[in-house]
T-cell receptor, first 112, second 111 residues
Protein backbone atom coordinates (compact mmCIF):
# COMPACT_ATOMS: atom_id res chain seq x y z
CA UNK A 1 0.00 0.00 0.00
CA UNK A 2 1.40 3.41 -0.92
CA UNK A 3 2.49 5.50 2.01
CA UNK A 4 3.96 8.86 2.92
CA UNK A 5 7.55 8.54 4.07
CA UNK A 6 9.47 11.04 6.15
CA UNK A 7 13.15 11.46 6.92
CA UNK A 8 14.85 11.71 9.28
CA UNK A 9 12.82 9.95 11.94
CA UNK A 10 14.67 11.90 14.60
CA UNK A 11 16.96 14.89 14.34
CA UNK A 12 18.83 16.63 17.12
CA UNK A 13 20.17 20.09 16.37
CA UNK A 14 21.65 23.10 18.10
CA UNK A 15 19.60 26.25 18.51
CA UNK A 16 20.16 28.59 15.57
CA UNK A 17 20.95 25.84 13.09
CA UNK A 18 18.99 25.26 9.90
CA UNK A 19 16.99 22.06 9.62
CA UNK A 20 15.39 20.44 6.59
CA UNK A 21 12.74 17.79 7.09
CA UNK A 22 11.96 15.66 4.07
CA UNK A 23 8.80 13.97 2.94
CA UNK A 24 7.97 11.77 -0.01
CA UNK A 25 4.22 12.01 -0.57
CA UNK A 26 2.18 9.33 -2.29
CA UNK A 27 3.04 9.55 -5.96
CA UNK A 28 -0.27 10.62 -7.53
CA UNK A 29 -1.16 13.05 -4.75
CA UNK A 30 -1.40 16.75 -5.50
CA UNK A 31 -1.98 18.36 -2.09
CA UNK A 32 0.70 18.43 0.58
CA UNK A 33 0.68 19.49 4.20
CA UNK A 34 2.86 19.91 7.25
CA UNK A 35 1.53 19.60 10.78
CA UNK A 36 3.41 19.53 14.04
CA UNK A 37 2.81 18.30 17.58
CA UNK A 38 4.75 19.72 20.49
CA UNK A 39 5.03 17.10 23.23
CA UNK A 40 1.84 16.97 25.26
CA UNK A 41 0.05 19.46 23.03
CA UNK A 42 -2.30 19.30 20.07
CA UNK A 43 -1.44 18.48 16.50
CA UNK A 44 -1.29 21.89 14.79
CA UNK A 45 -1.64 22.80 11.14
CA UNK A 46 1.39 24.56 9.68
CA UNK A 47 0.95 24.83 5.94
CA UNK A 48 -0.76 23.41 2.88
CA UNK A 49 0.76 23.35 -0.60
CA UNK A 50 -0.84 22.84 -3.99
CA UNK A 51 0.21 23.55 -7.55
CA UNK A 52 3.68 24.60 -6.43
CA UNK A 53 2.55 27.24 -4.03
CA UNK A 54 1.37 27.65 -0.49
CA UNK A 55 -2.42 27.56 -0.37
CA UNK A 56 -2.82 28.24 3.34
CA UNK A 57 -0.55 28.74 6.33
CA UNK A 58 -1.04 29.20 10.04
CA UNK A 59 0.32 31.91 12.33
CA UNK A 60 3.02 29.47 13.43
CA UNK A 61 4.40 29.36 9.89
CA UNK A 62 6.42 32.56 10.08
CA UNK A 63 9.43 33.71 8.06
CA UNK A 64 11.63 31.10 9.71
CA UNK A 65 9.70 28.36 7.90
CA UNK A 66 9.61 27.54 4.22
CA UNK A 67 8.40 24.66 2.09
CA UNK A 68 9.56 23.45 -1.25
CA UNK A 69 8.88 20.72 -3.75
CA UNK A 70 12.30 20.70 -5.35
CA UNK A 71 12.12 17.74 -7.70
CA UNK A 72 8.54 16.55 -8.16
CA UNK A 73 8.82 13.82 -5.54
CA UNK A 74 10.14 15.35 -2.33
CA UNK A 75 8.29 17.91 -0.22
CA UNK A 76 10.52 19.64 2.30
CA UNK A 77 10.05 21.81 5.36
CA UNK A 78 12.96 24.10 6.19
CA UNK A 79 13.39 25.87 9.49
CA UNK A 80 15.98 28.57 8.97
CA UNK A 81 17.22 29.22 12.48
CA UNK A 82 15.80 26.76 14.97
CA UNK A 83 14.58 27.81 18.40
CA UNK A 84 14.03 25.64 21.47
CA UNK A 85 10.28 25.91 20.97
CA UNK A 86 10.55 24.34 17.51
CA UNK A 87 11.16 21.00 19.23
CA UNK A 88 8.20 18.87 18.13
CA UNK A 89 7.07 15.96 16.01
CA UNK A 90 6.53 17.17 12.46
CA UNK A 91 4.01 15.29 10.34
CA UNK A 92 3.83 15.45 6.57
CA UNK A 93 0.57 14.53 4.84
CA UNK A 94 -0.65 14.30 1.28
CA UNK A 95 -3.96 13.88 -0.42
CA UNK A 96 -4.99 13.07 -3.95
CA UNK A 97 -7.65 15.70 -4.46
CA UNK A 98 -7.99 17.63 -1.20
CA UNK A 99 -9.90 14.71 0.30
CA UNK A 100 -8.57 12.16 2.79
CA UNK A 101 -5.16 13.03 4.20
CA UNK A 102 -2.52 10.33 4.45
CA UNK A 103 0.05 11.06 7.13
CA UNK A 104 3.65 10.00 7.46
CA UNK A 105 5.12 8.58 10.66
CA UNK A 106 6.57 11.93 11.64
CA UNK A 107 10.02 13.41 12.15
CA UNK A 108 10.95 14.21 15.71
CA UNK A 109 13.00 17.40 15.99
CA UNK A 110 14.89 18.13 19.19
CA UNK A 111 16.50 21.55 19.50
CA UNK A 112 19.15 21.90 22.20
CA UNK B 1 -10.42 30.43 16.92
CA UNK B 2 -11.53 26.85 16.63
CA UNK B 3 -10.87 24.53 19.53
CA UNK B 4 -11.22 20.78 19.94
CA UNK B 5 -11.05 19.16 23.37
CA UNK B 6 -10.65 15.55 24.44
CA UNK B 7 -9.79 13.81 27.66
CA UNK B 8 -6.20 12.57 27.70
CA UNK B 9 -6.59 9.00 28.94
CA UNK B 10 -9.09 6.15 28.86
CA UNK B 11 -8.65 2.62 30.21
CA UNK B 12 -11.02 -0.15 29.19
CA UNK B 13 -11.16 -3.89 29.83
CA UNK B 14 -10.63 -6.14 26.85
CA UNK B 15 -13.98 -7.08 25.36
CA UNK B 16 -15.79 -4.03 26.75
CA UNK B 17 -16.86 -1.04 24.67
CA UNK B 18 -14.69 2.07 24.60
CA UNK B 19 -16.27 5.47 24.25
CA UNK B 20 -13.98 8.37 23.41
CA UNK B 21 -15.52 11.83 23.63
CA UNK B 22 -14.68 15.10 21.94
CA UNK B 23 -16.12 18.60 22.01
CA UNK B 24 -15.51 21.36 19.50
CA UNK B 25 -16.32 25.03 19.31
CA UNK B 26 -16.52 25.86 15.62
CA UNK B 27 -20.17 25.96 14.59
CA UNK B 28 -19.17 25.99 10.92
CA UNK B 29 -17.42 22.61 11.19
CA UNK B 30 -18.48 20.60 8.19
CA UNK B 31 -16.44 17.45 8.62
CA UNK B 32 -15.47 15.69 11.83
CA UNK B 33 -12.84 12.98 11.93
CA UNK B 34 -11.35 10.33 14.11
CA UNK B 35 -7.70 9.46 13.57
CA UNK B 36 -5.73 6.67 15.21
CA UNK B 37 -2.02 6.79 16.00
CA UNK B 38 -0.27 3.59 16.97
CA UNK B 39 3.20 3.74 18.55
CA UNK B 40 5.82 4.79 16.01
CA UNK B 41 3.25 5.26 13.27
CA UNK B 42 1.57 8.19 11.56
CA UNK B 43 -2.00 9.35 11.93
CA UNK B 44 -4.43 6.96 10.28
CA UNK B 45 -7.92 8.10 9.34
CA UNK B 46 -10.41 5.77 11.03
CA UNK B 47 -13.68 7.36 10.07
CA UNK B 48 -15.35 10.69 9.49
CA UNK B 49 -18.84 12.14 9.60
CA UNK B 50 -20.48 15.03 7.82
CA UNK B 51 -22.15 17.61 10.01
CA UNK B 52 -25.57 16.83 8.55
CA UNK B 53 -25.41 13.28 9.94
CA UNK B 54 -25.90 12.25 13.54
CA UNK B 55 -24.58 8.72 13.40
CA UNK B 56 -22.27 6.60 11.32
CA UNK B 57 -21.46 2.94 11.86
CA UNK B 58 -18.56 1.03 10.38
CA UNK B 59 -18.07 -2.50 11.72
CA UNK B 60 -16.97 -2.12 15.37
CA UNK B 61 -16.90 1.68 15.17
CA UNK B 62 -19.85 3.94 15.83
CA UNK B 63 -19.59 7.70 15.56
CA UNK B 64 -22.25 9.86 17.20
CA UNK B 65 -22.55 13.57 16.51
CA UNK B 66 -24.61 15.97 18.60
CA UNK B 67 -24.36 19.13 16.57
CA UNK B 68 -26.39 21.20 19.02
CA UNK B 69 -23.97 20.43 21.84
CA UNK B 70 -20.95 20.24 19.50
CA UNK B 71 -20.14 16.82 20.88
CA UNK B 72 -18.62 13.93 18.94
CA UNK B 73 -18.00 10.44 20.25
CA UNK B 74 -16.32 7.30 18.97
CA UNK B 75 -17.51 3.98 20.30
CA UNK B 76 -15.36 0.90 19.74
CA UNK B 77 -17.28 -2.30 20.39
CA UNK B 78 -15.54 -5.41 21.79
CA UNK B 79 -12.27 -3.55 22.41
CA UNK B 80 -9.16 -5.59 21.60
CA UNK B 81 -5.51 -5.16 22.57
CA UNK B 82 -4.82 -4.00 19.03
CA UNK B 83 -7.04 -1.00 19.66
CA UNK B 84 -4.42 0.43 22.05
CA UNK B 85 -3.44 3.74 20.51
CA UNK B 86 -3.96 7.47 20.69
CA UNK B 87 -7.24 8.59 19.13
CA UNK B 88 -7.47 12.11 17.75
CA UNK B 89 -10.64 14.00 17.08
CA UNK B 90 -10.38 16.64 14.34
CA UNK B 91 -12.63 19.03 12.51
CA UNK B 92 -12.50 21.09 9.35
CA UNK B 93 -14.71 23.66 7.68
CA UNK B 94 -13.97 22.76 4.11
CA UNK B 95 -13.08 19.14 3.72
CA UNK B 96 -9.42 18.80 4.54
CA UNK B 97 -7.47 21.90 3.74
CA UNK B 98 -6.86 22.60 7.40
CA UNK B 99 -7.69 20.24 10.21
CA UNK B 100 -7.98 21.33 13.82
CA UNK B 101 -7.03 18.48 16.11
CA UNK B 102 -7.65 17.69 19.74
CA UNK B 103 -4.86 16.59 22.07
CA UNK B 104 -5.63 12.92 21.52
CA UNK B 105 -6.98 10.32 23.95
CA UNK B 106 -4.64 7.50 24.88
CA UNK B 107 -6.67 4.29 25.02
CA UNK B 108 -5.21 1.57 27.22
CA UNK B 109 -6.66 -1.93 27.19
CA UNK B 110 -6.68 -3.86 30.45
CA UNK B 111 -6.41 -7.65 29.88
Amino acid sequence: EPEVTQTPSHQVTQMGQEVILRCVPISNHLYFYWYRQILGQKVEFLVSFYNNEISEKSEIFDDQFSVERPDGSNFTLKIRSTKLEDSAMYFCASSENGGELFFGEGSRLTVL
Amino acid sequence: GEDVEQSLFLSVREGDSSVINCTYTDSSSTYLYWYKQEPGAGLQLLTYIFSNMDMKQDQRLTVLLNKKDKHLSLRIADTQTGDSAIYFCAESDDGNEKLTFGTGTRLTIIP
